[in-house]
Nanobody
Framework: QVQLVESGGGLVQPGESLRLSCEAS????????LIWHRQAPGMQREWIAS???????KYVDSVKGRFTITRDNAKNAVYLQMNSLKPEDTAVYYC?????????WGQGTQVTVSS
């Protein structure tokens, strides 16, 4: 069964850090582009970070310098290190694995940044 499972979300205070994980099962992430998206309450889902099969990384401006996307093909996982979190980072975070016309999504993990 093909599956992506996110974990690592939670409630943190502004300025703190979280590390999200997205682990794949049922298929190999090798060769897939890996993307983190998020969806804040009442907002559309937005792309925030991606990493290609050759480790080319891109970020939306709002998270540049604070978030880092990495992949570990041996562990079949992708990660999102989030530092200096802000209340506006509050959202459900989703990972996506995409290659050609194939795309898999996780179920999402909630991140809440609040004092």
């Amino acid at each position: 069964q093909v599956q992506l499972v996110e974990s690592g979300g939670g409630l943190v205070q502004p300025g703190e850090s979280l590390r999200l994980s997205c682990e794949a099962s049922g298929f190999s992430l090798n060769g897939y582009g890996l993307i983190w998206h998020r969806q804040a309450p009442g907002m559309q889902r937005e792309w925030i970070a991606s990493i290609s099969g050759t480790n080319l990384k891109k970020y939306v401006d709002s998270v540049k310098g604070r978030f880092t996307i990495t992949r570990d093909n041996a562990k079949n996982a992708v990660y999102l290190q989030m530092n200096s979190l802000k209340p506006e980072d509050t959202a459900v975070y989703y990972c996506e694995a995409t290659r050609l016309r194939t795309s898999y999504w996780g179920q999402g993990t909630q991140v809440t940044v609040s004092s």
